[in-house]
């Protein structure tokens, strides 16, 4: 299925165009799932983690459900699933799942209480009962993961998005949709930011020594903040931020302080309709981090924004999927970056759901010069819908796999890289 690739000033002026379609010719890179393994439903993001300590990439998902009535005594599903991997592409799901807030929507990996293991971090969409933040503590040596909750008092908090007929908010306040974990103040001691797509906030909450994590403090980030990246965007040594907001269609810019603050430095808009997902890495191998961000439910788009100095992003590169920019044809709900076979580029793979497909986009430039040029390979699925996706090496043998999260089956299949 062709595609468009398009060069443009951020003023809208476009510089170039090119055409690109898959290339039968060359064997495709990735072999389809031999094993798909069972996990809870509408599983809404997946990460990878050695958690046993035996070596192997171990997979996690959260596992949202649906969406109901926050009024409702159970508005959303409320588990994690662990598929614990015994060999090389062989996993076994971990019983009973761990339990979190309803409707939980995003996970980070990270090691917040000083033991050797990585620890779970979820953050929860429909948190009722304030279960916002659930954090599973890896006592490996135990056998077990230690849960705790983190409350975010919502009581000044204001709710932006979307009421029923009843005039009844549809969603919980603050609505998380993305968290990371990572030492932001400096004090050696892992952070957790998140966004709050529901009430327009960024939560920052200081690591504490006994405690995890300390009192959160919040941001006003206006226009539906849904997915983030952190990354040094201007080369002072403090983290920033990118931020894609979902409601206005615009990538933010926040400038961070070195002590857990960030300011709104910029914003421009994100050329597509519901931004939904974004990274930050080198494309273009320049040396400068661009930003990438996807787009969901109304227009099948990539874009890069190509870094030209600290907070500058002139030059946007987009790259569709669809042959019709009106029609509705992928629907990309996960996306992940990296440098898929090797090269040294930088790829893009999606999780597209409504055509039931894994887009990989693989960057066959040979310098820095825009645009960059991509060649794509397609893997479609009769039965399952992709919908969250990442990057791991899940059999040791130095090829990066690809591990996709499926909706309707409820299940985790693994591309196994065959290049």
Known sequence: ???????????????????????????????????????????????VADLTDNGLPDIITVDRGELHDPREERPANDEVSLLLAELPFDYTRRHPSLKTGFGPYAIAI??????????????NFHATRHRDISVFLNLKDEGVFKPLEFKLPDDLLKYYRHY?????????????TSVA?????????????????????????????????????????????????LADLDGDGDTDLAVVMYATSEVALFKGNGSGDFDEHDRFPSRGSLPTTIHVNDINGDGILDIIVSHAHSDDSIVVFYGDGPFSFAVSQEIMLGKDRGVLEHEIRGAAVADLNNDGRTDIVAACYASQSVVVLFNESDDSSLPQRFRRETYTFADSRPRAICVADFDKDERPDIAVAFWESNTVGIMRNVR
């Open 181 to 229: 974990v990572r030492d932001l103040n400096g004090d050696g001691l892992r952070d957790l930011l998140a966004v709050g797509w529901s009430s327009d906030v960024l939560v920052y909450m200081p690591g504490h020594g006994e405690k995890i994590f300390d009192q959160p403090r919040f941001m006003f980030a206006p226009g539906g903040p849904r997915d983030f990246a």
């Open 1 to 47: 299925m062709p595609g468009f690739v398009k060069t443009y000033l951020l003023a809208g002026l476009a510089l170039a165009g090119a055409h690109f379609a898959e290339a039968e010719s060359v064997p495709r890179a990735f072999a389809l799932p031999t094993r798909y393994y069972q996990v809870g439903p509408n599983p809404n993001a997946i990460a």
């Open 164 to 176: 029923d007929g009843e005039g009844a908010p549809v969603y919980t306040t603050p609505g998380l």
């Open 110 to 123: 990270a090691n917040v209480d000083g033991m050797k293991w990585p620890d779970i971090i979820i953050a």
